[in-house]
């Protein structure tokens, strides 16, 4: 082919082997995945250690198989799961629902404990070995950082105290919707020297020094007003409606809230008030709109 979209493999972050869908240009084969809806595009790059955005990931024989390109294949193929999950599950092209590229950038910087989204795109450390490894080997992590890009072009929840936290606790809840495996977060990269901790439980956030109750709202003017701190209490929020109306209902009823009802300075109790009215919508009010209330109740937001 002179050029064209190409499937390639490649091992991720955990060492486990999986198919990519690359694009095959004048002798090199980028991480550059054209086969989405309506030309949606997902492109990986890599900063070596750097912090710009950093160049294409690239390969000569379309087998990313290199222990350095691992974080990329993990990049790459999250993203494009993260992808499907918002169009299949919610209809929602791309996290702009207009098509728009989705960029990730690996190896930044160096023993860089952390993920982000930039406002343009996503960007992974690879932590330092002992905290995190690289942060783009869980799918909980890429799906909460994608989130954060969905969640500036909807609600657009200030990243400051309690609109802070609801930001922050979007981007797990949807961790948790596209990877329903667990409740923890995390867990895939955080301390790979221990086993069956995580950095955040959404079903016990006090198993990790989250509150999951107003009464332990932790006041504070360090990360925001504690945005990953009382995050716990959303999150529990989301936790007891999960197991009281199922997956299906709650991530339909998140979706509207977050796209529809919320807003910038949305607070404890506005989310509340929303989920409540996406429910209503979507369901009446019946034993979900109950539940609903019945959740909030539990972590003392009315
Ligand atoms: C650059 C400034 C900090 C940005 C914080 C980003 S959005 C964030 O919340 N990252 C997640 C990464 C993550 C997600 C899910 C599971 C594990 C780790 C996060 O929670 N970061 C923690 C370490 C933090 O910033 O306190
Ligand atoms: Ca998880
Ligand atoms: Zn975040």
Known sequence: ???????????????????????YYNGWYYLYDVTKPMNGVIETRDANN?????????????????????????AHKYAGIVYDYYYNTHNRN?????????????????????AFWNG?????????????IALSGALDVVAHELTHAV???????????????????????????VEPNDYLMGEDVYTPGISGDALRSISDPTAYGQPDHMND???TSSDNGGVHTNSGIPNKAAYN??????KTKAEKIYYRALTVYLTSSSDFSDARAALLSSTADLYGYGTEYTAVENAWDAVGVY
């Open 1 to 23: 082919v002179t050029h064209g979209a190409t499937s390639g493999y490649g091992y991720g972050v955990l060492g486990d082997y999986k198919t990519l869908n690359t694009y």
């Open 120 to 132: 343009n795109q996503m960007v992974y450390g690879d932590g330092d070995g002992t905290t995190f």
């Open 241 to 246: 409606t999960i197991v009281s109306i199922g």
């Open 151 to 177: 969640t500036e072009r909807t609600a657009g929840l200030i990243y400051q105290d309690q609109s802070g936290a609801l930001n922050e606790s979007m981007s797990d809840v949807f961790g948790y919707f």
């Open 217 to 219: 709202y932790y006041y």
């Open 94 to 114: 791309s996290f702009d629902n207009a098509g728009s590229t989705i960029i990730s950038t690996v190896h930044y910087s160096t023993n860089y404990n952390n």
């Open 50 to 74: 750097g912090t710009t955005q950093g160049g294409y990931s690239v390969d000569s024989n379309n087998a990313f198989t290199s222990s350095g390109q691992a974080a990329d294949v993990d």
